[in-house]
C-alpha cells in the first residue's frame, strides 16, 4: 500500500466516523419515546425566550431533515445547545472550561502508565516467571477486575480522610488567594497526585502485558542471541535489541489504549471532585443534563478520533513498508 | 476490550492449574451467593432494620447504611445482579460478534468490507462514554443496561471471530461440504460455528467480567437500576452519603472487594480455559 493510498483511507475512516458519531448524537433523542424537544428544553429553568431561540436555531418545530442540517451547521459554529445545570451558559462554553484539567490529569497519567508499563513489562519478559515476572502479571489481573473508582475511593479513605497526607476533594483550596504562579501550581499539584496514581495504577496492566508478550517473542530472535554473545548489559539488550522492533505493534495498541483513558478519567474525576470532563459528564447525568451528555459524548469522540488519526500518521512515518512504498 | 490483546498464556504449569481452580472455586461461591441469598441472608435488604450508620456488630456483621439498610444482606443479594448482568450481556456480545464474525470471515468479499469497517467504527468511538449516553436515554434498568452493553460490546469479538473463520474456512472439511453441494448457510451453522467454540467459551468467560465491571460503573454514575440492590449501587450510596469522610469503612470495602474478588475468578477461569484451548499461547 502506498503512502499517499494509506493517508487516504485513514481520513476516510476518520471523516466516515464523525459523520456517524455526529448522527447517533442527532438521532439518539429523536429515536426516545417522548418529544424530542424535551431533552433539548426540559429544564424548567429555561426562560420562554430562550426555549423560542433554541426551537428556531435548532428548528424543532420542523421536519427531522431540516433538523439534521441545521445541527451540522449549529455543531460547525460550535452551537450545541445550553446546559441545564448550568443555565444559561452554552454546553460548549461550559466543556470547554473544564477541559485543561482534564488534560493535565489525563496527560500524565498516561504517560506514566504507558513508560512504566512498558519498562516493567520488558522486565517481566526479560525475567521471565521471576518475581518481577509474577508481580506485573498480579497487577494486571487485578486492576483488570477491579472497578477504578473503589479504588479511588479506597485511596482517598486511606490517604485523605485517615492520614491526612493530602486534600480530600478538588484541584485548588476553596477560597485560597495565590501570591504567584509557582503557590498555584504547588497546590494543583498536591490536589492532583492521588488521582494521579489512580489512573496510573488502572492504565499500567494493558502496556504492561502487551509489551511483555511481544518482547517474549523478539527475545527469541537471533539477533537477540548475538546481543548477549557479545556481552552486552541486559539493559541494553533489552530496550536497544528486544524492544526497538517491537515499538511498531506497540504504537498501534497504545492507541487503543486512547479510548480506555477516558474510562479512568471519568470515574477518578468523579471521586475526587476534580473539575474536568469526567466529573462533568457524571454532574450532567445527575441532573438528566441531556445536551451536555451529548455535547460531552461529542468532544471525547472526536478527541480520541483526532488522537487516533495522528497515531496513524506517526505509525506511517515510522513504518518504513508504509512509508516507502 | 483493551485487555484482549494482552494474552498471558505463560505463567508456569502449576501456577496455571492451580488458578483455574482458584477460579472456579470462586466462582461457584459467588453463584452459591447469589442463589442462596433469601436463605443466607439475615435480613430483608429493602427494609430498615437497624439504625442509620451502625458500625460492624454481632446483629449487623457489615454494619448499617445510611437508612438503617443491613449492607450484610444488601451484598449477599446484590450478587444476583452482578451476576445477572455480567452473564447476560456477555451472551449478548458473544452473540452479536459471532454473528457478525463468522457472516464476515466466511462469505468474504463486500459483506465483509463493510461490516468489518463498521466494526472499527463502533470500536474507536470511546466504550464508557457511548454507554452513558445510551443508558441515559434509554433509561437505567437491568435490562437497558444489558442491552446497551450487547449493542457496544462486540466488535473485539467480531473480529476475533472473523479471523478464526478464516483459518477454520480452509479445512479440508469444510471443502468435502461444499463438494457434496452444501450450502453457505448450513456450513455456517453445521461446521464453522462448532468449530469455534474453543475460541468462544474462554471469551464468553472473561466477557463476564466487562458486563459486571460496566454494570458497576453505571451504577457508581447513577444510571444503575434504582429497583435492585447491586454492588455498584451501594457504592454509589455510599459515596453520595459520603461514607468515606465519615470514615464508614465497612460500607466501601466489601461491595469492592466483592467485585474485584469475582472480576478475578473469571479471569482466572477464562484464561485458563484459554490456555487449554488454544494452546499456541502456552508456547510463548
Request: include cysteine; aromatic fraction near 12%; hydrophobic fraction near 50%.
Amino acid at each position: 500500500m502506498s503512502l499517499s493510498r494509506y493517508i487516504f483511507k485513514r481520513i476516510t475512516f476518520f471523516i466516515i466516523t464523525l459523520f456517524i458519531t455526529i448522527t447517533i448524537n442527532f438521532l439518539l433523542p429523536r429515536l426516545m419515546p417522548g418529544n424530542p424537544v424535551d431533552y433539548f428544553l426540559r429544564d424548567p429553568s429555561i426562560t420562554p425566550e430562550e426555549r423560542a431561540l433554541l426551537i428556531q436555531q435548532f428548528g424543532l418545530d420542523k421536519d427531522v431533515f431540516t433538523q439534521y442540517i441545521l445541527y451540522i451547521k449549529n455543531l460547525f459554529t460550535g452551537n450545541l445547545g445550553v446546559s441545564f445545570r448550568y443555565y444559561p451558559r452554552p454546553v460548549t462554553e461550559v466543556l470547554l472550561s473544564r477541559l485543561p484539567w482534564t488534560l493535565y490529569l489525563l496527560g500524565i497519567s498516561y504517560s506514566l502508565a504507558t513508560v512504566i508499563g512498558i519498562i516493567l513489562g520488558a522486565y517481566a519478559a526479560w525475567k521471565k516467571e521471576s518475581k518481577i515476572d509474577l508481580l506485573t502479571i498480579g497487577i494486571a489481573f487485578i486492576t483488570r477486575s477491579m472497578p477504578i473508582f473503589w479504588l479511588g475511593m479506597l485511596t482517598l479513605y486511606i490517604f485523605s480522610v485517615h492520614l491526612g497526607w493530602f486534600p480530600l476533594s478538588g484541584a485548588v483550596t476553596a477560597g485560597a488567594e495565590y501570591s504567584s504562579f509557582l503557590d498555584f501550581a504547588l497546590d494543583v499539584l498536591r490536589h492532583s497526585i492521588l488521582p494521579m496514581i489512580v489512573i496510573t495504577i488502572f492504565l499500567l496492566g494493558p502496556p504492561a502485558l502487551i509489551t511483555r508478550g511481544l518482547v517474549l517473542d523478539s527475545l527469541t530472535e537471533p539477533y537477540v542471541d548475538t546481543a548477549i554473545a557479545k556481552g552486552l548489559p541486559p539493559r541494553v539488550i533489552l530496550f536497544k535489541h528486544a524492544l526497538r522492533p517491537v515499538s511498531l505493534p506497540l504504537s498501534s495498541y497504545t492507541a487503543i489504549l486512547l479510548g480506555y483513558v477516558v474510562g479512568g478519567a471519568v470515574f477518578t474525576e468523579t471521586v475526587f471532585s476534580w473539575p474536568g470532563v469526567g466529573r462533568l459528564i457524571y454532574e450532567a447525568i445527575m441532573r438528566r443534563d441531556y445536551p451536555l451528555i451529548q455535547g460531552a459524548f461529542l468532544l471525547i469522540s472526536i478527541s480520541v478520533l483526532i488522537a487516533n488519526f495522528i497515531v496513524d500518521f506517526i505509525y506511517a512515518y515510522l513504518d518504513p513498508r508504509v512509508r516507502l512504498r | 476490550m483493551v485487555w484482549e490483546m494482552a494474552k498471558i498464556g505463560n505463567i508456569k504449569e502449576a501456577f496455571r492449574s492451580r488458578s483455574s481452580k482458584v477460579g472456579l472455586l470462586i466462582i461457584i461461591f459467588i453463584v452459591l451467593m447469589a442463589i442462596l441469598a433469601p436463605y443466607i441472608a439475615p435480613y430483608d435488604p429493602y427494609e430498615y432494620v437497624g439504625d442509620p450508620y451502625e458500625p460492624p456488630s454481632s446483629e449487623h456483621l457489615l454494619g448499617t447504611d445510611d437508612m438503617g439498610h443491613d449492607l450484610l444482606s444488601q451484598i449477599i443479594y446484590g450478587a444476583q445482579v452482578s451476576l445477572l448482568v455480567g452473564v447476560l450481556s456477555a451472551l449478548g456480545c458473544v452473540l452479536i460478534g459471532t454473528i457478525i464474525g463468522v457472516i464476515s470471515g466466511f462469505l468474504g468479499g463486500w459483506i465483509d468490507e463493510i461490516l468489518m469497517r463498521l466494526t472499527d467504527v463502533v470500536l474507536v468511538i470511546p466504550y464508557l462514554v457511548f454507554i452513558i449516553l445510551l443508558v441515559s436515554y434509554l433509561g437505567p434498568s437491568i435490562w437497558n443496561i444489558v442491552i446497551s452493553i450487547s449493542i457496544l460490546g462486540w466488535p473485539s469479538i467480531a473480529r476475533m471471530v472473523r479471523s478464526y473463520v478464516l483459518s477454520l474456512r480452509e479445512n479440508l472439511y469444510i471443502e468435502a461440504a461444499r463438494a457434496i453441494g452444501c450450502g453457505n448457510r448450513h456450513i455456517m451453522i453445521k461446521y464453522i460455528i462448532p468449530g469455534l467454540v474453543p475460541l468462544i467459551v474462554p471469551i464468553f468467560v472473561l466477557t463476564i467480567i466487562d458486563g459486571i465491571l460496566t454494570e458497576a460503573g453505571l451504577s457508581f454514575l447513577g444510571l444503575g437500576d434504582p429497583n435492585k440492590i447491586s454492588w455498584g449501587i451501594i457504592l454509589y450510596y455510599a459515596q453520595v452519603r459520603g461514607a468515606f469522610v465519615k470514615g464508614l469503612w465497612w460500607w466501601i470495602l466489601p461491595p469492592g472487594l466483592l467485585i474485584t474478588v469475582t472480576g478475578l475468578g473469571f479471569l482466572l477461569l477464562g484464561s485458563s480455559l484459554e490456555e487449554y484451548f488454544n494452546p499456541r499461547f502456552k508456547r510463548r
